[in-house]
């Protein structure tokens, strides 16, 4: 098999001293950390749409990457030169899982029939290069928003055909996934929303939205495909309201229709900002709701007010998305995805072993601060003593549902003198950036 990046060779962990930009600084897949290696823990992906689709290409000019398949004009082989290149990459990169969406990895045909068709036989080479490199599927997707016949969006449209031709989209991926093994299905919602009300029945697109995931779990049980389903919250982009805003609005939605045993979320740190959220408010909400399944890990500009999907590198916001996740016990069958582009100035495709580098010593550095301010409890104590006041007294009796408001009255009554204590930020603030700076 050709080899696509001949220039860059396995990429080894070589400790933080090392000058070497292709080696791992932090990422040593073997290393124990509480008891699982650091391959267990963080569940590595890499997303195909960005690394190997994507050409840099913004809505002021073209695509600017150059990569070794540019000169394939035959798009079965162009798909099949990319999905050798996809395993090189991960083999290289020491990548386990990878996620795609059904359109990235095969082209569309002339009809529905010749387009399953493509997608069986790069499904078929896929399986091959599994076996082959010892890779696994995270998560597969139907990209049920770029083609323009979903101009008015997928399972929302206003036309009953599109609706029909998402689902058998969704059909065919579902079955591409179980082939695959793949351990999660994801749905993002894609041009799932709205502009504006004045055109726009928002009672019946969210019915036939939850009409759609229903057939979808039910097809699931059919065909025997036991991965999780995940729904990829983002409160905006492509439209002004999009249904999935964030994860409390997705939980709401599925507890309406019934739907919630069934899905748990793949939070995007780019998307939890969009929505005016921490990327740790929505893994913490998450998971305090045993919702969290699955991260997309990117990182977003808070300068700017889109996706950027940014490679991750900032060592807070991983530290404390780790921290959620270990408290969490972790996010099998889910996994750390980096839905992430590089730059379009990043254009070389030695820049794709850098970034990919970048994010995963962020995320494994991030999971061994977090590891160790677990260990040590100093938040931990902190927030559990902040909160004593519920663990005796008047506050138990509150917790234990013992009181209503005449005995909470005739306790208030009786407290003149109430004293609150300092959340005292800063210090947290302090220990969080020690732990940071000293492992
Ligand atoms: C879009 C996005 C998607 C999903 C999969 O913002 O994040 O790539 O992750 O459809
Ligand atoms: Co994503």
């Known amino acids: 098999m050709k080899e696509y990046f001949g220039n860059v060779s396995k990429i080894n962990y070589e400790g933080p001293g090392s000058k070497n930009p292709y080696s791992f600084k932090y990422y040593n897949p073997d290393e124990v950390i509480g008891g699982k290696t650091m391959k267990e823990h963080l569940r590595f992906s890499l997303s195909y749409w960005h690394t190997l689709t994507a050409n840099g290409a913004d809505p002021f000019g073209a695509g600017t990457m150059l990569r070794p398949w540019d000169d394939i004009t035959n798009e079965m082989d162009l798909a099949k030169a990319r999905m ?29 029939q010749e387009t399953n068709e493509n997608l069986d036989e790069i499904v078929a080479y896929c399986k091959e290069l599994m076996k082959k490199y010892n ?211 990043s254009f070389e495709k030695e820049d794709l072993f850098l970034a990919y580098i970048a994010g995963m010593d962020t995320f494994a550095k991030g999971l061994k601060v977090a590891h160790k301010l677990l260990e040590n409890g100093e938040l931990e104590n902190f927030i559990k003593n902040k909160y004593a006041s519920f663990s005796e007294g008047i506050g138990k009796e509150i917790v234990e549902g013992k009181v209503g408001l005449k005995e909470l009255e005739a306790y208030a009554l009786k407290n003149n003198e109430i004293t609150n204590k300092s959340g005292r930020q800063e210090l947290l603030e302090a220990i969080v950036n020690q732990y940071i700076f000293e492992d």
């Not at 050798?84 to 990169?93: G, V, Y």
Request: hydrophobic share 40%; proline share 3%; glycine share 8%.
């Open 135 to 345: 890779k696994k599927l995270l998560w597969g997707t139907a990209n049920c928003f770029t083609n323009p016949r979903y101009v008015h969006g997928a399972g929302t449209s206003c036309n009953a055909d599109v609706f029909a031709y998402a689902a058998a989209q969704i059909k065919k991926a579902l079955e591409v996934t179980k082939e695959l093994g793949g351990e999660n299905y994801v749905f993002w919602g894609g041009r799932e929303g709205y502009e504006t009300l004045l055109n726009t029945d928002m009672g019946l697109e969210l019915d036939n939205f939850a009409r759609l995931l229903q057939m979808a779990v039910d097809y699931a049980k059919e065909i025997g495909f036991t991965g999780q389903f995940l729904i990829e919250p983002k409160p905006k982009e492509p439209t002004k309201h999009q249904y999935d805003f964030d994860t409390a609005t997705v939980l709401g939605f599925l507890k309406k229709y019934n739907l919630d045993k069934y899905f748990k979320v793949n939070i995007e740190a780019n998307h939890a900002t969009l929505a005016q959220h921490t990327f740790q408010h929505e893994l913490n909400f998450a998971r305090i709701n045993n919702f969290l399944g699955s991260i997309d890990a990117n990182q977003g500009d808070p300068m700017l007010g889109w996706d950027t999907d940014q490679f991750p590198t900032n060592i807070y916001d991983a530290t404390l998305a780790m921290y959620e996740i270990l408290k969490n016990g972790g996010l099998a069958p889910g996994g750390v995805n980096f839905d992430a582009k590089v730059r379009r100035a």
């Open 84 to 112: 050798e290149a996809a395993f090189e990459l991960m083999d290289k990169l020491n990548i386990e899982y990878f996620c795609f969406h059904d359109r990235d990895i095969a082209p569309e045909g002339k009809t529905l």
